[in-house]
């Protein structure tokens, strides 16, 4: 962002990860056209630093074939630009394993707005109490909180996010295997 003359630190940075561009821009820096500083972003800076397969979780994999083993709905939500998590996730070849792909851009409100998770929903059609809610982000998590479902935090030690306020964190996404087991017998 610094090379699209928006001087920011790198604390700046890590209080807004998982924050949309949409809302952090004008908010920030008084931009009346977002837009254009993001497809910017991602043009250029953004476009280039994330090769996904070497972030992608190992285990992920494993998650998602139980969940597919259980028919259970598998939806991937994200403040990111509805192309660049497409792309994301047929990068990582995962892309199969998601009955739809929600973002800022076609639900029309971002993280933390719990608006976000009660539209995923209701295109769902599911209720808070069917759903769970995987996040890593301190936006994700106040979103999924405050709109009422059963958060995960998949804890990071790269940024250090407060993820207190989720429902329990894990180290390891096969450990979400277990929680949706002991959901279900509990109903």
């Known amino acids: 962002m610094n090379e699209m003359g928006f001087p ?3 604390e700046f940075l890590l209080k807004r990860i998982g ?3 949409r809302v952090m821009f004008p908010r920030e820096f ?3 056209d977002p837009e254009k500083y993001i497809n910017e972003y991602y043009s250029g800076v953004g476009h280039s630093i994330t090769d996904y397969k070497k972030l992608m979780f190992p285990e992920l994999t494993d998650l998602l074939e139980y969940c597919t083993r259980k028919h259970l709905i598998c ?4 403040n990111s630009k509805h192309e660049r998590l497409e792309a994301a996730l047929k990068e990582m070849e995962i892309d199969k394993y998601f009955y739809r792909v929600y973002s800022n851009e076609s639900l029309g409100v971002a993280k933390p707005n719990p608006l976000f998770y009660t539209k995923v929903l209701e295109d769902l059609h599911l209720s808070c109490e069917e759903a769970v809610v995987i996040e890593d982000s301190v936006h994700g998590i106040a979103a999924a909180k405050d709109a009422g479902i059963y958060t995960i935090a998949k804890k990071e030690n790269y940024f250090h996010i407060d993820q207190s306020y989720a429902d329990t964190q894990i180290d390891q996404l096969t450990e979400v295997i277990d929680i949706i087991e002991k959901k279900n017998q509990s109903k």
């Open 75 to 78: 939806a991937i939500t994200s």
């Open 8 to 10: 920011v630190t790198r």
């Open 19 to 21: 924050e949309s561009f």
């Open 30 to 32: 008084k931009v009346k």
